[in-house]
């Protein structure tokens, strides 16, 4: 219920790549063929979403103690102290809710993750439908395995499956998560922080047309010089 539709939900996903300090996020969305990433634990599923990310991920401690705890959010407590991360980043999510979101999107969560400094992979995976099952929480399997990095790389990605609601990347609400987006890059790309890389069933869409044009609709615009003083 805090995750009002699958936009707000998406959205949520990329503030939790932007806090993580990454330096960018793609995202690929099929709303009718199955992911064809190794090691899946669930196959054979309709649509999926991969959200990916060079951020700082997380290790084994990170995913038991906090991802897996709904009402922990390290976030909420760094705001109230005025902190922000290495990259002197505010954060941007809350409440804890990127995790809930993919509950939102698809019934599968697929989570590779694993940071700089060690040469493990953490591989979560479950089922949401199982959690609203007669019994009790500790009991539904997240399928963790953990296997060795192939590649100095860290970040997470989030390959959810089974959409709920496909067809909405493919309306109008396509078009308005297309917008939203935009609004979260710096207009400058010369000097951009974070970037945003979007593909929705094959095509690329590039959203710093879509920030020029959204620009160029402005009814006033102004120019100035600033001195150093």
């Given at each position: 219920e ?6 707000t939900?998406i959205?949520?996903?990329?503030k ?6 990454a330096?960018?996020v793609k ?23 991969i ?12 995913i ?10 390290h ?10 991360t ?6 941007l ?5 990127g995790?809930l979101?993919?509950?939102r999107?698809g ?24 959690f609203t099952e007669?019994?009790?929480?500790d009991n539904v ?9 192939a590649?100095k ?30 609004k979260?890059?710096?207009p400058f ?15 690329p869409?590039d ?9 160029h ?11 150093g003083?």
């Amino acid at each position: 219920e805090l995750v009002s539709d699958e936009l707000t939900a998406i959205m949520e996903l990329v503030k939790n790549a932007y806090d993580a300090d990454a330096d960018w996020v793609k995202i690929s969305i099929n709303t009718t063929e199955s992911p064809v990433e190794d090691d899946l634990i669930f196959k054979n599923t309709k649509g999926h979403i991969i959200i990916e990310d060079n951020g700082h991920g997380m290790n084994y401690q990170d995913i038991t103690s906090r991802w897996l705890f709904i009402s922990v959010s390290h976030k909420r407590e760094m705001k109230e102290k005025g902190k922000v991360t290495k990259k002197g980043r505010t954060p941007l999510g809350d409440k804890g809710l990127g995790r809930l979101s993919t509950q939102r999107l698809g019934h599968i969560l697929e989570m590779f993750s694993c940071i700089e400094n060690e040469n493990k992979l953490h591989h979560v995976a479950f089922d949401w439908r199982h959690f609203t099952e007669n019994n009790s929480l500790d009991n539904v399997n997240t399928n963790y395995h953990e296997s060795q990095k192939a590649t100095k790389k860290h970040g997470t990605k989030l390959i959810i499956s089974d959409l709920r609601n496909a067809d909405i990347w493919a309306s109008q609400a396509g078009d308005k998560f297309r917008g939203q987006l935009s609004k979260l890059i710096f207009p400058f790309k010369e000097s951009r922080p974070f970037n945003i890389y979007l593909n929705i069933n094959g095509q690329p869409y590039d959203l710093d047309t879509i920030n020029e044009k959204l620009r160029h609709q402005a009814i006033s615009k102004y120019i100035f010089e600033f001195d150093g003083k």
